[in-house]
């Protein structure tokens, strides 16, 4: 090959990686109307490493849920002062926290993340939680549920993430809510949340009742 063909046939490759290096850069696009682009993903946090979100693992039982933002509400209800419902814009407006939790799922994967959102606490101060309250039903939008004990989403400053290592949460990770519970097993944490109710009554959600511990503490049994 003559020189000058080379040299043009080099430049055209170099044009080319530049080209698709920039298409394939990590870039976020809005689904449904949710403006999630412009985000720079958090690899650090407090001298943290965070496991990458390509690099997380992901289940669930009927596959990613797609949340439209701007219809969206968050009804909590059941044993309060106040029923509510709540918008996606109301939700970011309350203060927001952020901690490094790891997520553990009994099957035995996991990762670390920095998560972001509202304390479940906050948000039951303004609903005015009743004496007799005892459990938190999470409901999902696959149909999934799960509970909690309401003293240990209080005592162990439980939150509702929006954001995970600085990243709007993506629809496969559940937007547009993900319960951070803390030192339990994954599948505590409900995705896509859109109901939260208070009840004095013992629940069981959709793995507990098929055998999986109420409990759930990631030291302790998967079974009961
Ligand atoms: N709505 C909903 N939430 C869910 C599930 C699900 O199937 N539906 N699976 C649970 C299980 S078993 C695990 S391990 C975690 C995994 O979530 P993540 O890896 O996206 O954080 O989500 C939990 N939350
Ligand atoms: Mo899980």
Redesign the pocket.
Known sequence: MKPIRLAILCLCLLVLIVVSGCLSAPQRSAVDGNETSNEVEATVYNGIELTPIDK???????GT?YVDRNTYRLQIDGLVENPTELTYDQILEYPSTSKVVD?????G???I?KWTGVLVETLFNDVVVKENATTVI?Y???????SHDLNYLLDNDIMLAYR?NDVTLPP???FPL??VAEDK?????????TGIELTDAEYSG??ESRGYSNRADFWGPAFE
């Open positions: 997380q693992g992901n289940n669930a039982i009927k849920q997520m553990n799922c009994v099957e994967w996991g990762f993340a999470f999902c939008a696959d149909g999934y549920s799960t995970i496969d990770r559940g993900q319960l097993y994954g599948y505590k944490w409900a995705k896509w949340i959709y793995w």
